[in-house]
């Protein structure tokens, strides 16, 4: 990490996918420790390609990427990347593909080295952590949607990252379940960067919210759904706001 405390910096990345055209416009974003970033924007914008850009699963087309401080451009470099970031995919079931959660959130630990006594350890502490306790032996795709989300989000917490990229967490989730998962990520001590359509779930989870809009990353009022209380004397006549 730089002195700055810069951990992912995109300057002008660009991406296509063949058949698509551009889905990266020259995108620029700086995400700095302790951040808690929310990304918003339409199906097909680019979010989740943004992803697995910083997480070297596609190349882009042009473009510079520095995570740590580092450049990273071939997949030795991004290897190192992965150790410290973590990446919950917008689907659960591909984050998941092990018989047992305590298989699937041990693999991650074993992954990086550790014996099986610590992994099996790392893996119950970090069950235990999100409310997890007595899921060990559950079997992975007999799990509810929710429950399949709360153990995907366990397998990556179960391997320390230093920061996390969300990718719709809430998706899926029924109240009580979103309204466990806010609670699980206040606590967390982790910057991230959380991409979601839910404006609400955002709000309580981020510190600030931008947009990703034609390809372009922008913190634009705008774009952002949002509602807002005032009175007015003659409220009940119609009347308009103006920017300022």
Request: hydrophobic share 35%.
């Amino acid at each position: 990490m730089d002195k700055n405390g810069l951990i992912i910096n995109l300057d002008n990345v660009s991406f296509n996918y063949p058949g698509r055209g551009r889905v990266l416009d020259q995108v620029n974003l700086s995400f700095y420790a302790g951040n808690r970033m929310g990304l918003m924007g339409a199906n097909g914008s680019g979010k989740t390609t943004l992803f697995h850009i910083i997480m070297g699963l596609l190349k882009p087309s042009s473009g510079r990427i520095e995570v740590f401080g580092r450049p990273v451009r071939e997949e030795k470099d991004f290897r190192t990347v992965r150790q410290r970031i973590g990446l919950l995919f917008q689907d659960s079931d591909d984050q998941l593909f092990c018989p047992t959660v305590l298989e699937d959130v041990a693999f991650g630990p074993l992954n990086l080295g550790k014996s099986q006594d610590e992994a099996k350890r790392i893996a119950l502490g970090t069950l235990e952590a999100l409310g997890l306790a007595g899921f060990e032996e559950r079997i992975t795709y007999k799990l509810s949607g929710g429950e399949k989300r709360l153990v995907s989000l366990a397998t990556v917490l179960a391997m320390k990252p230093e920061v996390l990229l969300l990718d719709e967490p809430s998706t899926g989730l029924d109240d009580a379940t979103e309204k466990r998962l806010i609670d699980i990520l206040k606590d967390l001590e982790i910057s991230y960067i959380l991409v979601s359509h839910n404006m609400e779930f955002l709000v309580e989870t981020t510190d600030y919210i931008q947009c990703i809009t034609n390809g372009v990353i922008s913190m634009d009022d705008e774009c952002i759904p949002h509602t807002h209380v005032h009175t007015h004397r003659h409220g009940r006549l119609s009347h308009q706001h103006s920017r300022t």
